[in-house]
């Protein structure tokens, strides 16, 4: 399957808003791969994907899991808005049949980041904050900081949803502390 068809099958399971969003976010992951010497191709296919299960039925993205073999923590049970990415990847490997496991791995990780992140992996994690439709406060502090380097857009990223969660009292994903910890160390070398 080409990307084309890739995208029409992301346009048949979401809202009109939503595949807007995901081609937006694999515009911005285009770009960043250019920029950081990633591949373009794999970086927009990686977005044009991210968010494949994002409106599926809770119950399609928990047997899909199963299926696949995925056994949900605690944390992971008590945020419903984590399935996605791991549905999304699972849905990747058993439905469309993609092998590239860095293409998964960035679909998998794209909403909490994780310790030692792929370079695509960062891309898609900063492309999905950066995309052309979002408009929250500091996203253009976000912009400006992807372009400096990917590492403290990252870095921004974890920031801003690690403050966001724990001002709401929402469980943090151990993945994302992890990526947080793991950058702040490498710094302090
Ligand atoms: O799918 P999108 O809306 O484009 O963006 P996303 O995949 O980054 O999902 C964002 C949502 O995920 C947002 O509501 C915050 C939530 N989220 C991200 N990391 C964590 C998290 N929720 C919990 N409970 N824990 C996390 O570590
Ligand atoms: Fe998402
Ligand atoms: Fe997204």
Do not use: C
Request: proline share 3%; no cysteine.
């Amino acid at each position: 399957m080409d990307e084309k068809q890739y995208e029409e099958i992301v346009r048949s399971r979401l809202s009109e808003k939503r595949f807007i969003h995901s081609m937006n976010v694999a515009k911005a992951a285009e770009e960043l791969a250019v920029q950081n010497g990633a591949d373009p191709q794999k970086a927009r296919l990686a977005g044009v994907l991210h968010d494949i299960m994002k409106e599926a039925p809770p119950e399609e993205q928990l047997k899909i899991m199963e299926s696949s073999g995925i056994m949900l923590t605690d944390v992971e049970r008590s945020a419903p808005k984590l399935w996605h990415a791991m549905a999304g990847a699972a849905y990747l490997q058993k439905v469309l049949g993609i092998e590239d496991a860095e293409v998964v791995n960035a679909v998998r990780y794209h909403t909490t980041g994780r310790a030692n992140m792929s370079a695509l992996e960062k891309i898609v994690f900063v492309a999905d904050f950066i995309s052309d439709e979002r408009d929250y406060d500091g996203v253009q502090e976000l912009r400006e900081a992807a372009h400096h380097g990917l590492q403290d857009a990252v870095m921004a990223g974890l920031i801003f949803t690690i403050q966001d969660l724990s001002q709401n009292q929402k469980p943090i994903h151990p993945d994302s502390l992890a990526a947080y910890n793991a950058e702040i160390v490498a710094r302090g070398k």
